[in-house]
């Protein structure tokens, strides 16, 4: 049980040390600097998706032989409708754009800056919580490594994110424990999710395929509909690529080395 609540917390603890650069940096972070993070930050999530998602929700479903595919693509879709849904129902600002999508809120720019951030962060939570759970349960396609790279992954791509919180915030005039607060809790909806999928899984572990493919599902969607817009926007958005790159290049990494 320790090993779960420390793979839930890893990302939070990501969210959290990237939010508190607010009190070291004395400026916004650049606009070439935002896309490098933001496309680090996609390359993880699409490393993340493929290799503790989709790989191992195909594998637990062999014994359908030739419809091995079928749980991961109903729960793919599923994900990608769920965030869709979320998407037109959570007001919610993103950085790279001054109109606020979802229903009309009276909610001041602040407060939808952090909800888009926190809209993200619900399948990232759910990711590394279906993978716990598969480790508690036994299942042969998930280890501990593996599960401890997903998290770490996570962790490694909520630096920045919290990072990127926190600074505009600051640079709009919020005082920095302000900043730095909102910073955090954008991604304490994390284990929050986490923990109540790793409660689902255990109830109903015949549907641990669904549930990987289903955050892989979510994860895609945010990548797709924010980040990689984000990181090719404007000039130079060789930049972001190339961070694309790193990022999906230490993710695949990491869930070799340690898977």
Known sequence: ???????????????????????????DLKLSVQRAL??????????AFIWSLIVPAIEQSEKLDKLAFLPAFIGFWCGILFLLLLDHIIPHLHRSIDQAEGPKSRLNRTAMMVLAVTLHNIPEGMAVGVVYAGLV???SN????????????IAIQNFPEGAIISMPLYAEGKSKPKSFLLGVLSGAV???????????????????????????????YVVVEELIPEMSAGEHSNIGVIAFALGFSVMMALDVALG
């Open 142 to 153: 998930i280890t501990a490594g593996g599960a401890l790279a997903l998290a770490l992954g």
């Open 1 to 27: 049980m320790k090993t779960v609540v420390l793979g839930l917390l890893i990302p939070f603890i990501g969210t959290a040390a990237g939010a508190a650069c607010v009190f070291f940096l004395r400026k």
């Open 190 to 220: 994390e284990p929050v999710f986490g923990a109540l999928t790793v409660l689902i899984a255990g109830l109903v572990l015949p549907a641990m395929p669904y549930l990987l493919s289903f955050a892989a599902g979510a994860m895609l």
């Open 137 to 139: 349960s036994g299942s």
């Open 38 to 47: 933001t496309g680090f930050a996609a390359g993880v999530m699409v490393a």
